[in-house]
């Protein structure tokens, strides 16, 4: 078990933080910069002291300010992998992985060096400086380095985020591979989404220096716990209503079929659907579903190259009426292709009830 209990304040920002995470796990610290992320990281690595808390891996404890203990960085045994690498120029990919074992035997340490390197795709480059090495292979060099020291935790703080997308993917695999091969304990801090969904096996959700919410990512995603949760992890379609009967929720002119059951009549609450939930429907080639069918426009759109937003007018009742638009969608370009959407630009669209998650209103 991974424990942590870590409260500082400096100046304006206070992180407060109680964390407890199953061992042999990735578990992935995600939101905006400035969260608190990278300071819980210092604070574990023993860089940053907390005024108050506690922090053990296992029966191993590094903090605990109730019994006075704050065990010094290199007694953590703990791999630290940042942004910037901090690999050593004058050294080789490999001395850079040894440098960690320096109080080991030479054998040890050239068994070490020759067993991570193979492991990090590093083999024919373990003689190359830092500079003669793309910034994927000085990731790996890093990770690897990380690594030989055999650590009870690895922490990695957005060491991916400098580089370009295909090698950004191929490194996040990388790490998956590795964490389930040697089984370590690793936390990482990423403000990637995708990055966050792909390599966690949970997720903690920070806000100015709070956790929000600890679970699987997929239902951090498909349930967050509040508002600000639902808009920290990308939850575009928001929308505010009271509950009208318990599985009916009025939102705007219209009442949807909603998970509602656990709210009193009367409730305010949010209504929450990811853009990728709505379901453009054909309604002259396919029986309509039963549930919240919605017909209008589509008035804007937004591609990246890879997906394409499409931003949507409800005719008639509106859901949401001091706004120009009713509901983002998210679709693949090839299904933005194969649907026509660039000149079909009338659709009826669903909002199953399965695909919604209806939140409090604390205000």
Sequence with gaps: MLELQICKRLNAFHLNIDLCAPEEKIVVLFGASGAGKSMTLAAISGLVTPDSGRIAIGERVLFDSARGIDLPPQQRHIGLVKQDLALFPHLTAAQNIAYGL??????????????????TNLVGFETRKPTELSGGQQQRVALARALAIQPSLLLLDEPFSALDRPTRLELRDEVKRLQQKLRTNVLMVTHDLGEAYALADYLAVFDRGQLLQFDQP????RAPKNLRVAQVVGVKNILPGVVVAPARVRVGERELEAPAENFPTGARVFVCVRPERVTLIRMDRFPPPPQNLIEGDVIEEQSDGTNVTLIFRAQGERLLQNRAFDLQIDTPVYVYERLNLARERHWTVSIKKTQMHVIADEN
């Design 218 to 221: 997929d239902r951090v995603l």
């Design 102 to 119: 320096f109080n080991q035997p030479r054998d040890v340490t050239e068994t070490r060096v020759r067993d991570f390197v193979r492991l």
